[in-house]
């Protein structure tokens, strides 16, 4: 029984010490609060915050894949951001009855650009998958569009 509560007590401390260690380094601070922003969709502040935790501890690992995982995260970001753009521009492009030749080669360019965008990011298991989809929506209309002004 006495042996027991020594490794349990044993066991106890080294957990704590663990753990203080973990949430008093800066590096691994800055990682939980990475883990957290990313978590809560806020990849640029997570990406910025994981890079300040490497910088200070290359060895830290979960730094190293937050930073990764909020760079590929921006990169379906970026390209929401640039879909919803070319989209609003195609709309004013298309109002009239009959669109110009050069609106439709406006049109394609804009629908290549974005095509060959989704083609170069590749999602990852960890990334929200609501963000990925909205991407593929986009990708899809973008590919539809395309068929249509060719």
Known sequence: MRFSSLWLGIS?????????YFMLNPSYER?????FHFAMGDYKKAQQLATEAF???SYNRMAATIMTQSQVA???VN???QAKD???RISKLAEGDVIKESDRAKIRTMCIIMIDEYVKISPSVV?????VETSRHY????????EKVT
Not at 12 to 20: D, E, G, H, K, N
Not at 139 to 146: G, I, R, S
């Open 31 to 35: 990682s939980l609060e990475a883990k």
């Open 127 to 131: 990334i929200d998958t609501a963000l």
């Open 79 to 81: 390209y929401n951001k």
């Open 74 to 76: 921006m990169k379906f």
């Open 12 to 20: 106890v401390f080294l957990m704590a010490s663990m753990a203080l």
């Open 55 to 57: 910088e200070l501890n």
């Open 86 to 88: 070319y989209m609003k």
């Open 139 to 146: 990708y899809e209309k973008f590919v539809a569009l395309y």
